[in-house]
């Protein structure tokens, strides 16, 4: 297991001494599940006044202080329980990143020999970073090896190695291990390549640090990895700032933990890794952005943006902490405070693809069409060689353009996504989709559709498409399987069960259409949903529905 365990106590065998312990525990389970910490601390320190002994609350409220990202509050919980005899490795984590803050470097090594266990990779690492911090380099390096030497942790731990050698000025012994054939090319994430590019810069290997900037990131990259770029292009060494002190060596072990935990795993371990490398350096902002999307993924989306909000203008990180700050606001419910964001933010910077992209979609999302389209034309009028990576600026273009009511000046934007994107299940389902609708090119739009229904098989949104084509082209027998295919993948949408009723109706199923068009009510209201023509239908049938709406057209 690479991360910590919880303290051991049977939450079931709880003393009872009364409502007020019996309340705030309980009020403390359910902050707990659902993963509201501020309160989860609140309660569970409300239980300890009760019970002061008790280690699982005692762990509970330890827990919370470390997910806030209040380690100096959570520290004496943690020292109290560990000394009470609980076994819980976020509390030894916690005391061993009390003691690297407080330089108190021997305290690391004495715990490697009585414990408690932190983990088998900060318990192999801690102590090499330890001895940095005594100013022992070479007993680190021994350090180092032994951790190199055990299985689960060689690749961490050579990268460990690498950036202790680059802090002290062996830049060729760290580029022989990040680089090297034995163990090479290590990379621990965005980091590993970082120090891996300030390593070549400092051997004056500009043109192989160029090289691998633009193999690892692309063209468009944050402000750092462009100002590397123009070092080595000027022929200039940039400094190694990546880790100047052991107590910045701890905090990328932890940091480096909690994303690889966070790829693989949900829950709150990833976080407390990500909150204590916060606590050891406290302008990590890739810490902090790490931290805000866990937060995120777990719903907290005010603490989210209150980590996000730490990443100081200025920062390579501060462009994404905005837009992330936008994200957890509309997640949490205030659409128009998170567009407010992004537009204070486009003004801000008016020459940002990526901000004005994303002003686009929320204004698309949030259903404002006209100044959707303006935003994304700012956007697209950055563009001086349109590239593939583009298309979906150029999509969701033409779905503002439509969904205005501007078909015609969508469908060529809709056509020029396809030329980059050209068997896209989605763009073709929309084009397709479209073009039945507005009842032009039936036979093109119905072979666009089943392309997309070959590429997305799964989809009942694609499948419709594919049946309401058949309906339009009057191919109503072929249409019935397909539409209840369509309703079979997606059950609960109203338009797929109206559709369904309509080619129901056109095959003489009369009964059945109408228990569809009823079944389409039923899941009410929904913006594409024509209540007051279902209704219509349901009174005088489909065929008087249609003739009447062939009349007030002129027949067309």
Not at 49 to 64: S, Y
Not at 79 to 100: C, K, P
Not at 157 to 175: P, R, T
């Amino acid at each position: 297991m690479l991360g910590a365990a919880p303290a051991t106590a049977d939450q079931h065998d709880m003393p009872d001494h009364g409502d007020g312990l019996a309340g705030a525990f309980l009020a403390g389970r359910v902050a707990l599940v659902e993963n509201d910490f501020a309160a989860q601390a609140t309660y569970f320190q409300r239980a300890l006044q009760a019970d002061p002994a008790n280690l699982f609350f005692m762990d509970a409220a330890m827990h919370a202080q470390v997910l806030l990202g209040q380690v100096e509050k959570a520290l004496p919980l943690a020292q109290t329980l560990l000394a009470s005899g609980g076994q819980s490795q976020v509390a030894a984590l916690v005391v061993q990143a009390a003691r690297f803050a407080e330089g108190d470097y021997a305290a690391v090594l004495d715990a490697v020999e009585t414990g408690p266990d932190t983990g088998p990779l900060t318990d192999a690492l801690a102590p090499a970073w330890a001895q940095i911090g005594l100013g022992r380099m070479s007993e680190a390096l021994a350090a180092f090896d032994d951790a190199i030497a055990g299985d689960l942790v060689t690749p961490f731990a050579l990268y460990n190695k690498a950036l202790a050698l680059a802090m002290v000025g062996d830049f060729e012994g760290a580029h022989e291990i990040l680089m090297g054939d034995d163990a090479g090319p290590i990379s621990m994430g965005r980091r590993g390549v970082v120090a891996q590019l300030l390593v070549l810069g400092q051997l004056e290997r500009f043109d192989e640090a160029l090289e691998l900037s633009f193999e690892q990131f692309g063209a468009d990259v944050e402000s750092d990895i462009e100002e590397l770029r123009t070092a080595f292009a000027e022929g200039r060494q940039p400094a190694f700032t990546l880790i100047g002190n052991a107590r910045e060596g701890l905090a990328e072990v932890y940091h480096v933990i909690g994303s690889a935990l966070a790829a693989d795993e949900d829950g709150t371990l990833p976080l407390v890794y990500a909150r204590l490398a916060e606590f050891l350096v406290p302008d990590h902002s890739e810490a902090m952005m790490l931290s805000a999307r866990l937060l995120e993924g777990m719903g907290q989306h005010d603490l989210a943006d209150s980590t996000y909000a730490r990443v100081p203008e200025g920062d390579p990180f501060f462009l994404n902490a905005e837009m992330g700050r936008a994200q957890a606001l509309f997640e949490a419910g205030d659409p128009e405070a998170a567009i407010d964001r992004l537009r204070a933010l486009a003004a801000q910077m008016p020459d940002d693809l990526v901000v004005l992209t994303t002003l686009g979609d929320f204004l698309r999302r949030e259903e404002q069409f006209t100044e959707a389209i303006d935003v994304y034309e700012r956007a697209i009028a950055l563009i001086d060689d349109p590239e593939r990576r583009h298309w979906v600026l150029y999509y969701t273009y033409a779905i503002s353009l439509e969904r205005d009511g501007r078909f015609a000046e969508a469908e060529p934007w809709f056509r020029r996504t396809l030329e980059f994107v050209p068997d896209n299940p989605s763009v073709l389902n929309y084009l397709g989709y479209s073009l039945v609708e507005e009842r032009r090119n039936l036979d093109e739009a119905l072979d666009m559709i089943e392309r997309a229904v070959e590429g997305d098989p799964e989809s009942g949104y694609i499948t419709d498409s594919l049946g309401w084509a058949l309906y339009r082209l009057g191919r109503y027998d072929e249409a019935v399987p397909v539409m209840e295919r369509a309703v079979e993948l997606m059950p609960t949408d109203p338009i797929l069960n109206d559709h369904l009723g309509d080619v129901y109706w056109m095959v003489g199923r009369e009964r059945e259409a109408r228990f569809q068009w009823r079944r389409a009510l039923s899941f009410a209201p929904h913006p594409d949903l024509e209540v007051e023509r279902i209704r219509r239908k349901l009174d005088v049938g489909l065929d008087v529905v249609l003739e009447e709406e062939a009349s007030e057209t002129g027949g067309n």
